[in-house]
C-alpha cells in the first residue's frame, strides 16, 4: 500500500468514527405535565308556585273574585343565581302599557299582581309574541335590586294573584265583552309563567343580570 492510498483508509476510518460518535449525542431533555382540575358550577332552578288549576275567573278586584297565584323560584344548582319570572298573557287582554297592536287603549281585562302582605315586584315590557298560535304580551317580574338567591333557598314571591277585571261582561250570546264595554273576546284565559335563574358571578346586580340576558338595558324599559 503507497502512503496515498493509507492516508485515505486512514480518513475513511475517522470519518465513520465520527458518524458513529455523531449517531450516539444526545441533549439533556425532561418533560413535565400538569393537569389543571376545575369544578363546574351550574344553575339549576325550578318554578314553584300556589294555584288551584281548577279555579275560576269572576270580574273582580284585587280584594274580589281574586285567584291566588303566589310564584317562587326555587334554586337547586350549586351557585348563588339571580332568579325571576316571565309572565305571558293574551295580548288581547292586556294593552301592553305600550299599547298592544292587537288591542290598542283598551286596557287590562286580565290582572296579575299583589296583595297587601307581598312585595310588588318591578314589571318590565317584553313585548309580543305567539305562542300556540295565540299572540301574547310578555312581562319581566323581578324584586328591584334584589340580591342572589342563594344554592338551596327560594326566591322573595314574584307574583300573587291573578283576577278579571270588573267591567268585564258578558252579551246575549254568551260571550265576553272586555273591558272597553264594546269588544267581544272568545279566546283564551291561559296565562303562562317561565321562571329564569342566571348566573350572578360577573354581574353586580339583578338588573344587569337581566340586560345581559335579554340584551338590552333593563333601566330603559323599567315602567
Keep these: 500500500m503507497n502512503t496515498k492510498k493509507k492516508v485515505l483508509s486512514m480518513a475513511l476510518i475517522g470519518g465513520l468514527a465520527l458518524t458513529a460518535v455523531g449517531g450516539t449525542l444526545a441533549y439533556f431533555t ?5 393537569t389543571n382540575v376545575f369544578t363546574v358550577g ?22 274580589q273574585n ?6 317562587t323560584v326555587r334554586n337547586d344548582g350549586k351557585n348563588a343565581a339571580y332568579t325571576w319570572i316571565e309572565v305571558w298573557v293574551p295580548s288581547a287582554l292586556d294593552d301592553g302599557d305600550d299599547n298592544s297592536p292587537t288591542a290598542p287603549g283598551l286596557g287590562n281585562s286580565l290582572h296579575f299582581n299583589y296583595g297587601k302582605n307581598v312585595t310588588e315586584t318591578k314589571s318590565t315590557f317584553l313585548g309580543s309574541k305567539e305562542i300556540d298560535g295565540v299572540v301574547y304580551n310578555g312581562y319581566v317580574h323581578f324584586v328591584e335590586g ?5 344554592a338551596g333557598a327560594t326566591s322573595a314571591q314574584l307574583l300573587d294573584q291573578v283576577y278579571m277585571d270588573k267591567k268585564v261582561t258578558q252579551n246575549e250570546n254568551g260571550k265576553y265583552v272586555l273591558v272597553d ?27 344587569s343580570a337581566i340586560s345581559e340576558y335579554y340584551g338590552k338595558p333593563v333601566a330603559d324599559y323599567i315602567w
Excluded: R
Design 181 to 207: 264595554g264594546k269588544t267581544v273576546y272568545d279566546g283564551t284565559w291561559n296565562m303562562v309563567v317561565n321562571a329564569v335563574g342566571f348566573q350572578s358571578e360577573g354581574f353586580d346586580t339583578i338588573e
Design 146 to 150: 334584589s340580591a342572589p338567591t342563594a
Design 42 to 63: 351550574n344553575v339549576d332552578i325550578t318554578l314553584v308556585e300556589k294555584f288551584d288549576q281548577g279555579a275560576q275567573l269572576m270580574p273582580g278586584t284585587k280584594t
Design 30 to 34: 425532561d418533560t413535565d405535565q400538569q
Design 66 to 71: 281574586n285567584v291566588e297565584k303566589a310564584v
